[in-house]
């Protein structure tokens, strides 16, 4: 029987404020038989968790038995949300023999503000500002009946922390996400029952400057009492609402916090009569002040949390009264700061992720800024601080002006970071790879702010789009994107110019935007988006922004001459420095070669997104364009005397080869000169951000996986291991070693593909093109020469996917487990199609005599290296004598 779990909404777990009127609904399935499916469903809904009854009245939906096997973004049936709807919800699902399984727990999900005429809180501020300070706001209000609901819709620009009578809401830090608040601006509910009283209560609320300077304040809370009338508190033009500024003197996300604890307000956010100290000198009606223009949408990505504490491993002292604090990892984050000192003392903490020799910090790779937060004492015993409003990359602390000795207890790491899930992790039995991916999942994790960040640390801190090309699958293979992703999706959206299509390098459109042209290399709004369709069956994306897509590639159609595209101002970016073109960062592939080859990725791209939404006409309009794209690339780039492309080097030939352009004649010769540059560099690569990804994979795909193992398991520069070995924690921007100023960001996820490689070629889990939502994959594990066994573990929507092999004795040991409702393509390695496999002691291939087969596992074909099976749910333990 079908059991049903992990319910999700728009996929969170009992979302509180979702933006759509019909939402998707997944769930995952386990069965105690292998190969099962789902063969139909059935979701029953009602707007009270008690009337979920099968056939009950009280249902607002019930979708009968459905005939199908969507589990994964199923759209609600019932009839659309109206705004601030809840509703329950629970499914049963039949198996492959149409047994029927039970109900599933109760989830919910509750609509927020769907209609702009919801709201009608204006936005309030202090228009002449007090430059530099956060802004205090609050509002008292009574309550004299029983309260049955109440909400808070809220958004704080640039970052906000919100209390109800002195009482934190939510663990959120830096809200809102990150947009361009000129066309959409993310805001959140909050049931706020629990914190309310009757008699006096007051919201309160600090809001900093964030990405946006001047802070301004949205609130509305909506109270529903029992006796059946309501209320709506809302921020307006002063209307009760008072502002002050207070202990924060000075913030920027860059540069860090000063707070003046001597300026501290007690009882700022309570009720006036419960807080004797409350001056109610000093605050003054908020006013109004201008909108910052965008839609107001909900926030449904995961909000920014502190997800782990670090305690120092080290504390030095270089100097008299200057401590040096090693968290003994890169982080994104803060600290937490304990003191005990006289009113008026200042104890300043430096942020950096270099020493100079003496032991000091070395800011310079942070380019124009010196990160520090300030922290002046009151002088009233332990004070325990830690900002708000600012975030840095580090590992050392510098602490300058501490009272008394710096002990551990007084420093605490705190990592912070965009709270999406954990979705993956891969192990192996040499050492150096696990160390090198634990530094790509660092990485990764300190790049996740509301948008995935080039780098936590310096002036910047941007959402690349070429870096995106790099790190996607990665990202999706260690984390759960769903939502994530989706988001910044709609911020290339926004940052799109609707009228020419041009996208910026960036999203939101911050470093240079409008300086350099639409990029070939900004291909990763379409691949993102497709990747969110085949890991997660999220189809909407594609609808949302097709539009936007098909007018990208327009823009690059207009700036083609003979389909050839030649601007790549940063496509493969910064590859070791002897193979740097002078002064570019690039890495030696011709601008045209890598804008034609993502052009053309592109065009295949988009005609795949077409066949999806069914977009027949468009589909072969973008395949026929990709042929002449592909043809056009093979009649300018490729060196008949060489056997190569562009410039016969490791990027171009990897390239064209990962592109699928090289015809099946010139293969043998680009591969033989793809190998042969990197023997001559003695197993290291030559390649930039972007080709480092596609060099890894092109050679396992012709053969030749234990070349790539070789340059992925290098320690000597330019490699990962050579990082390491200079104590990296994180990844650099740079195959180099540099601490200076310029550009030497030492946490930098662009170069992590690595770590997808482990997942897809040393694992080989893999999605297809025709993979929607994880529901058929393929898993090609190559068991490469020097490695004794790999384990990968890939959380997918539909539940947990594992491949892990071994090597015992003349044996391979293969265990793979697929997730109910899945089938993979399952390729086991041996030397020969000699090879005798078994399945739990069953013989299932052996060339000489016929075999049996066993429940789940259907023989497909012998390949070279390889016999194919397509496997169904279950768990698997393959055993191949050579
Ligand atoms: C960013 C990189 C990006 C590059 C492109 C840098 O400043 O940090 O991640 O790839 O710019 O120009």
């Known amino acids: 029987m079908l059991t049903v779990s992990d319910l999700r909404c728009e996929y969170a777990v009992n979302p509180l404020g979702i933006g759509v009127a019909a939402p998707r609904l997944s769930w995952k399935l386990m069965h105690p038989e292998r190969d099962q499916r789902q063969t139909a469903y059935q979701v029953i809904a009602a707007h009270r968790a008690d009337a979920l009854v099968a056939g009950g009245d009280g249902l607002v939906w019930d979708s009968g038995k459905v005939l199908s096997s969507d589990s994964v973004a199923v759209v609600y049936g019932g009839p659309p949300l109206a705004s601030r709807e809840r509703v329950y919800w629970r499914v049963r699902c039949w198996d492959s023999q149409d047994r029927l399984g039970p109900w599933s727990e109760t989830a919910w999900f509750e609509a927020a503000l769907l209609r702009p005429d919801d709201w009608k809180a204006d936005w309030i501020g202090y228009p002449a500002g007090w430059p530099g300070r956060a802004l205090y706001f609050r509002r008292q209000f009574e309550i004299d009946r029983p309260v049955d609901r109440a909400r808070l819709y809220v958004t704080g620009l640039g970052y906000h922390e919100l209390f109800i009578n002195g009482q934190r809401l939510g663990d959120a830090v830096l809200d809102p996400a990150y947009t361009d608040i000129s066309a959409r601006v993310m805001y959140r509910t909050f049931d706020i029952g629990a914190q309310l009283v009757t008699g006096p209560n007051v919201f309160a609320a600090t809001v900093g400057n964030g990405w946006h300077g001047s802070p301004r304040l949205l609130a509305q809370i909506e109270l529903y009492f029992t006796d059946g009338t309501s209320t709506c508190i809302y921020t307006e033009d002063w209307g009760g609402w008072f502002v002050t500024c207070g202990p924060v003197l000075e913030h920027s996300i860059y540069g860090g916090e000063t707070y003046d604890a001597r300026q501290e307000r007690p009882g700022w956010n309570l009720p006036m009569e419960r807080a004797p100290d409350h001056n109610p000198g000093g605050w003054t009606g908020a006013m109004r002040v201008p909108p910052p223009g965008g839609v107001l949408v909900p926030q449904m990505i995961e909000p920014i949390r502190i997800t782990d504490?670090?305690?120092?491993?080290?504390?030095?002292?270089?100097?008299?009264?200057?401590?040096?604090?090693?968290?003994?990892?890169?982080?994104?984050?803060?600290?937490?700061?304990?003191?005990?000192?006289?009113?008026?003392?200042?104890?300043?903490?430096?942020?950096?992720?270099?020493?100079?020799?003496?032991?000091?910090?070395?800011?310079?790779?942070?380019?124009?800024?010196?990160?520090?937060?300030?922290?002046?004492?009151?002088?009233?015993?332990?004070?325990?601080?830690?900002?708000?409003?600012?975030y840095h990359g580090f590992r050392y602390v510098q602490v300058e002006g501490y009272p008394g000795e710096l002990t551990t207890d007084a420093i605490t790491g705190k990592v912070v970071r965009s709270a999406v899930e954990e979705a993956g992790r891969f192990t192996c039995s040499d050492d150096l790879l696990n160390r090198i991916q634990t530094m790509v999942w660092w990485t990764e994790?300190?790049?996740?702010?509301?948008?995935?960040?080039?780098?936590?640390?310096?002036?910047?801190?941007?959402?690349?789009?070429?870096?995106?090309?790099?790190?996607?699958e990665e990202a999706f293979f260690n984390f759960q994107m769903p939502r994530f992703l989706a988001k910044w999706i709609g911020d290339i959206y926004d940052a799109q110019d609707p009228v020419s299509g041009g996208v910026p390098l960036t999203a939101p459109r911050a470093w240079m935007a409008g300086r350099v042209p639409t990029e070939p290399v900004s291909v990763s709004y379409l691949e993102t988006s497709w990747l969110l369709y085949a890991h997660y069956g999220d189809r909407r994306t594609l609808e949302a922004y097709y539009d936007g897509y098909r007018k990208w590639l327009q823009r690059l159609s207009d700036q083609a001459q003979d389909h050839i595209v030649d601007t790549a101002w940063v496509a493969d970016w910064a590859p070791p420095i002897d193979h740097i073109v002078p002064g570019t960062m690039l890495s030696g592939a011709p601008a045209a070669v890598m804008g034609t080859g993502f052009y053309y990725y592109g065009a295949c791209l988009l005609a795949r997104i077409a066949g999806i939404l069914g977009q027949a006409e468009d589909q072969k309009r973008y395949q026929t364009l990709a042929a002449a794209i592909g043809d056009a690339f093979n009649r300018h780039f490729w060196d008949e005397q060489a056997g190569g492309y562009g410039t016969n080097n490791q990027s171009c030939n990897c390239f064209a080869l990962w592109l699928g352009l090289v015809p099946a004649d010139r293969q043998a010769r680009v591969v033989d000169n793809l190998v042969r540059a990197v023997r001559e560099h003695d197993d290291h690569l030559t390649t930039g951000n972007v080709c480092t990804k596609y060099l890894l994979e092109t050679l396992a795909d012709h053969g030749h996986a234990d070349v790539a193992?070789?340059?992925?398991?290098?320690?000597?520069?330019?490699?990962?291991?050579?990082?390491?070995?200079?104590?990296?924690?994180?990844?650099?921007?740079?195959?180099?070693?540099?601490?200076?100023?310029?550009?030497?960001?030492?946490?930098?996820?662009?170069m992590g593909s690595v770590s997808s490689w482990f997942y897809k070629v040393l694992a080989g889990i893999r999605v297809t093109p025709q993979t929607s939502g994880f529901d058929h994959f393929e898993l090609r594990p190559h068991c490469v020469d020097g490695l004794d066994h790999v384990t990968a573990e890939h959380q997918t929507i539909r539940g947990k996917v594992e491949s892990a092999w071994r090597r015992e004795g003349g044996r391979l040991a293969l265990r793979v487990a697929i997730p109910v409702n899945c089938v993979a393509d399952v390729a086991i390695p041996v030397a020969s199609p000699q090879a005798r496999i078994w399945e739990r002691g069953v013989l299932i291939w052996d060339a000489q005599q016929p075999q049996q087969t066993v429940a789940g596992v259907a023989f497909q074909r012998a390949e070279a290296a390889a016999i194919a099976f397509r496997v169904g749910s279950g768990i698997y333990e393959f055993s191949v004598e050579q």
């Open 709 to 750: 193992l070789k340059i992925a398991a290098q320690k000597t520069y330019p490699s990962w291991g050579y990082m390491l070995e200079n104590g990296a924690t994180t990844l650099w921007e740079r195959w180099e070693l540099y601490t200076s100023h310029g550009m030497n960001s030492h946490d930098h996820p662009m």
């Open 445 to 472: 994790r300190n790049n996740q702010h509301g948008i995935p960040t080039d780098c936590p640390q310096r002036n910047e801190r941007m959402g690349w789009l070429n870096d995106m090309v790099a790190r996607a």
């Open 309 to 390: 504490k670090l305690r120092p491993r080290a504390i030095a002292q270089p100097r008299p009264g200057i401590y040096v604090v090693d968290l003994g990892q890169n982080i994104a984050g803060w600290v937490q700061l304990r003191v005990r000192g006289a009113r008026g003392a200042q104890v300043a903490l430096r942020f950096a992720e270099l020493l100079y020799p003496d032991g000091t910090v070395n800011q310079e790779n942070l380019r124009v800024i010196s990160p520090t937060d300030t922290y002046i004492l009151k002088g009233e015993g332990e004070e325990v601080w830690e900002p708000r409003f600012t």
